[in-house]
């Protein structure tokens, strides 16, 4: 074969291998064989359910392709939560548990089966992994940021058996619980120095991790390393909100994940293997139990509905799709049908009812029991009540020729459909030009309902536009919007001044936000004209020290010059 005639594609592989199994096929060899198939016929059906493809099983585990790398990660996580209730099951002789690696990059073709470097480094990661847990290379880690519910433990750049190259690798857990010790250290001498110091846990959470703004003109952000900051305060505002003001590092780094080095001479691309020692067990994560109040996207009249699942005995599941529709699963013989029934009835729901089905309308197990094992992070929300106390004076008819940042197929459909519509009804705007509505029972659940499914579709808070025919939030006209604004866009804040920045988010009157060039921010709300907002907002940035100051939101719109 050519290099011409190689098919070569990216895609996400999960490597899965059974820990121990030769002990266990020693002790019966027929019984343990038994048990394998059954539990990687599991993984096999929790691979397909998140739209994978199992392409070669390798006698005690599976290689599997994954279009999404969220999706392959979703599907390690819930392999590993059925592994341990089918082990809580069962007898200690019956017991099996697994190692998973996860890796995005470049494969080639070959039939039905993959080749190449990508799927090399999946099958290293898995060796690396603790026990009953999962390593992530940071291909994978950069993509599932503020995605998922879970934490990461950056393991630094690992040495592995036959890849010439080191690999930065990631210990994932569940609700930032932290993982058991890997399998061996890296030989590398630069990561000597970084053992002895307290090893890094992130927290997955929307936005570039661990960087502070250095400023911004015009909408536009810089970021720089996090060094460690001097303290930040927060001085009293002129305005109905406090001042952020932020001191800025000093140092530039290009990297976008941060993590502990040490100034060491560069080294070979190989380095001698570490004999490998077993990893720890570590206890099984806990997981969130299910409750009603905490399900989102569903409408609220559903609620019996949910409950009823919370009361019911026996095995049962339930799964949802981002819109609200849901399907259950109860008195099942095993949790493996109530897993499989759930899923299929809530995906004809969704066939039968989405005129136009997209890729993010597929179902997703929520529940199995009483264990929510849903792994996306809770939708990301402006604080309650979610909208403005107050509307602008005099109402704004909603018009969807004049509404901002929508495309013209957009237009359209909210003339055709939305205009028209008699429910209660929340028109949300999100970041890069997201638009969505649906329907409520009354406006306070299509509020809730909207916001919680932007907020997943996007990763940020978005913004409600236009509850029924009025629009909730004045539009501004000195400057050119640019997309909406939201508190991700500045990082490195504390807490206060993150609280400050989530109450301008639904501020009512004419409100802006100034940036200065070395970090310093002046915030104005409740103003009665937009110039006002604009001028108070660059009075307090530069009251707080700033240098440069220039308006970079105005309302809930990140905005540039004209």
Known sequence: MTDQNLVRRLTTILAIDVVAFSAMSARDEERALALLAARLD??????????????????DGLLAEFASPVEAVRAALEIQSAMRSANAASAADSQLTLRIGANLGDVVESGEDLLGDAVNVAVRLESISATGGVCISSSVYEQIVGKLMLGAEDIGEQHVKNIPRPIHAYRLTIDGARPGAPPHASPHPAHAVARSMPRLRLLLTGGVLGVLVLGALAGTFYVRHPSPPPSLQITEPTSSLPLVNRPVPETVATAATPRATSPVAPQPAAAPQAPTVPAAPTAPPALRRFAVKDVPFVPDFHWRALQNYADAEGAKALALNVRGIFAMATARVDEATARRVALQECNKKVERDVPIVRDYDSCMLYAVENEVIWTFRSPPMPPPPYVPATRPVPAIAFDPATAPLLRAQARERLAAHYVTSRNSRALVFGHNRFDWWTPGENDTDAIRRNLQICGHLTGRPCVVYALNNEVLVHTPQAMRITDIFTPQDLSGLDAAQARALDQYLIASGWRAVALAANG???????????????????????DAGGSACAITAIGPFAVAPQ
């Open 42 to 59: 599991t993984a096999g059906t929790l691979v397909r359910q998140h739209r994978g493809r199992v392409f070669k099983m390798t006698g």
């Open 520 to 542: 310093r921010i002046g915030i104005s709300t409740d103003r009665s004209s937009e110039q006002d907002a604009m001028s108070m907002a660059l009075r307090a940035c530069r």
